[in-house]
């Protein structure tokens, strides 16, 4: 299992983070975990199987998480050669399906016969569970965030990684992703701009103290708190392994 943080930003322009999207690489599975802004031509310039992602996994329909999933299909009817032919699955919380059907009414009918077959699998936010492949399950707990919002574990060889995607601090989230491989989960603000739909580093530590990944991966970063001392603040809360992922950072598990 390969995890790749293709995109560690957030709705704020940033010169080297795009928005959020992540792909995670299992034997024939290419799992998109959000699709934010910048993140198809971020894919590419990584050298990532972008013509090969199977599926899709969204968070939340907020834009910096979104803004690239049409592209991305656009890409894949006419940016290759020859087109897409195998089937993409989009799995989602419930709302999904219209989100499709609202991009449709923007982008054109295409999208809901892109000349692949295009599945949406909405999933219930709390305690689904999802086959995606032999060996390769997909669960969901929800987050606060928004309404929708939701956090996704993914297994597979033997492996976990818990991806919170926005979320505030929750101690039923951290319980839930306890244990795990890699807990990828945001850290958006510093205390001084705390609020309850995002983390900062110290919420960021104290999440991770309860659930105890064997490496916690920082990402969704706005530029405040990049000025900040983010490693020691996180430090405080949680003695493990903690990395501040950039676009294009990769961990093999």
Known sequence: MRLTTVGTGTVAPHPSRVGAGHLL????VRLLLDCGPGITHRLAALGLPWTAVTHVALTHFHADHI???????????????????????VIGPPGTRDLLDRMALLYGTWLHAPGYALQVVELERTGAALTVHEGVMVRTHPVPHTPESMAYSIEAEERRVVYTGDTGFDEAVARWAQPCDVLLTECSLPASMAIPSHLTPQQAGAMAAIARPT????????????????VSEVAAQFDGVVTLATDGWSIDL
């Open 215 to 230: 490496h916690l991966v920082l990402t969704h970063f706005y530029p405040p708190v990049e000025a900040i001392d983010i």
């Open 25 to 28: 690489e299992t034997g024939p």
């Open 67 to 89: 803004a690239d999933l049409a592209l991305l299909c656009y890409a894949f009817k006419y940016g290759q050669l020859p087109p897409r032919e195998a089937p993409l699955t």
